[in-house]
Nanobody, 126 residues
Framework: QVQVVESGGGLVEAGGSLNLSCTIS????????MGWFRQAPGKEREGVSC????????VYADSAKGRFTISRDNNKNTLYLQMNSLKVDDTAIYYC???????????????????WGQGTQVTVSS
């Protein structure tokens, strides 16, 4: 059984930083691309970032470029999202997901992902 568990969310002031973690068990973590998505209240879920197997490529949504960094530790079966210079608009529930594939086809296609966590809340105050 595959389990996906996010952590690291919280309340932070605008301009601050958070580092999200996602631990996955029950699949061959090394073989899959991994992604972060988010959903703000009243808005559709959007892709934030994706990292391929072997960290060959990292892909970011425009809203994340220059501020967020995705990484993975295959020895720990863990995915990370370092978020700096946070804005109020970053407030959302952040989800980690494991892809069906080893590659990233952009950040937007949630259908590429077949395992999802329950999410971690990120709230950025002004």
């Amino acid at each position: 059984q595959v389990q996906v568990v996010e952590s690291g969310g919280g309340l932070v002031e605008a301009g601050g930083s958070l580092n999200l973690s996602c631990t996955i068990s029950g699949l061959t973590f090394d073989d899959q691309a991994m992604g972060w998505f988010r959903q703000a209240p009243g808005k559709e879920r959007e892709g934030v970032s994706c990292i391929t197997k072997g960290e060959y490529t990292r892909v970011y949504a425009d809203s994340a470029k220059g501020r967020f960094t995705i990484s993975r530790d295959n020895n720990k079966n863990t995915l990370y999202l370092q978020m700096n210079s946070l804005k109020v608009d970053d407030t959302a529930i952040y989800y980690c997901a494991a892809s069906r594939y080893w590659f990233c086809s952009g950040t937007a296609d949630a259908d590429d992902y077949n395992y999802w966590g329950q999410g971690t809340q990120v709230t950025v105050s002004s």
